[in-house]
């Protein structure tokens, strides 16, 4: 994980210092984005996933010690907003409620999670700012990178260490308990272990340890991969799994049947990987999103994005649930196929870098 530590006077987001007549304590934490490889949705369905997390994109936080507990908002947090038109863009881009919540709920679940577990916390403030290099709403999970980054700077801060495997369950806690987005812990659990890491999300291993199996996955024996998301206007994550859900807790049989499949192709993707197999990683990738496609409504923009990736000669599918895509490529000529035809659609294509 990422975090460093200075000691200086640091200048807050309006130009001015702290007020403190001592050297003040900095913590710089980071966490990256993720990608979905196999099994994508099937962890919130006690399935299993193959994720990567992408370090091309991070989100930041840096929180130092003053008088009182402060949030610094960042430009994505103003109300201020030079036409209708700004607002409904700044909306559909970051949603309506920026980062500050998304604190504000991490703080509050570190402190629920001390206060049960019998840690006492020292009697100190600190202010917090948060900055991100994520895209947004095109799952990427620039949400939850920013929860673990807080999670970071608060256990470095008071000196608590939460066990890596718990750690994901309180992020999600976070989302879910404590802001209402609806969500899996695949991309929690990615962004707190980093890499590449096969999940086991099963039932019985989820009641009887309270987490799931992590196993992380060298990523030097990955395939080539590209990732190539949306770069128009996207949507609020969080709303496509609600039907399904709906449906699979009503012993939708399609549903249920599916979602197994999806994570047995986790399974295979796992022994494929660690055997080199790479034409089986391609097949495996499409037979994700064509399995997805039998219970999901997808979108005819990101039916395009699939189709142009696959279409170059890439496999394809969702990095998350929708916007940005990841898949297998064979070479720099395929590669450059997949940048020339995705750009038509306004996607970037980049190279993820997961080690």
Not at 130 to 137: A, D, F
Request: charged share 20%.
């Amino acid at each position: 994980m990422s975090s460093g530590l200075l000691s200086r006077q640091p200048s807050i987001s309006n130009g001015q210092y702290p007020k403190s007549n001592i050297s003040t304590l900095i913590i710089e934490t980071r966490a990256y984005a993720r990608a979905g490889l196999m099994g994508n949705p099937s962890d919130g369905f006690f399935g299993k996933t193959i994720s990567i997390s992408v370090r091309n994109f991070g989100a930041s936080v840096t929180l130092y010690e003053s008088p009182e507990l402060q949030i610094e908002p960042q430009t994505q947090d103003t109300n201020q907003f030079r036409s209708v038109y700004d607002l409904r863009d700044a909306v559909s881009t970051l949603g309506y409620h920026g980062g500050v919540p998304l604190i504000k709920a991490s703080i509050k679940t570190f402190v629920d999670y001390c206060d049960q577990a019998g840690i006492r916390l020292a009697n100190r403030n600190f202010s917090v700012r948060y900055n991100t290099s994520i895209p947004r709403q095109v799952g990427l999970s620039g949400s939850s990178a920013i929860i673990v980054a807080v999670f970071r700077a608060l256990m470095d801060f008071y000196k608590v260490d939460i066990p890596l495997p718990i750690l994901p369950n309180l992020v999600l806690g976070s989302e879910m308990d404590e802001l209402g987005i609806t969500a899996g812990l695949q991309d929690r659990v990615i962004q707190c272990y980093e890499g590449c890491v096969y999940m086991d999300f099963d039932r019985a291993i989820m009641e009887q340890q309270g987490h799931g199996n992590y196993e992380p996955l060298e990523p030097r024996l990955l395939p080539k991969l590209y990732i190539a998301y949306d770069t128009d206007l996207g949507k609020q994550s969080g709303r496509i799994h609600n039907d399904v859900r709906a449906r699979w807790l009503k012993g939708d049989e399609k549903v249920i049947e599916t979602l197994a499949e999806i994570a047995d192709v986790a399974r295979q993707g796992r022994e494929a990987i660690q055997n080199g197999q790479t034409a089986m990683v391609h097949e495996l990738v499409n037979r994700n999103f064509d399995l997805r496609t039998q219970i999901y409504t997808i979108s005819d923009r990101n039916m395009a994005l699939i189709g142009a990736a696959r279409a170059c000669g890439a496999s394809a599918s969702f990095t998350g649930s929708g916007g940005s895509i990841i898949g297998v490529y064979e070479d720099d000529a395929m590669l450059n196929q997949l940048f020339v035809q995705l750009r038509k659609l306004n996607a970037r294509v980049i190279k993820p870098f997961v080690s």
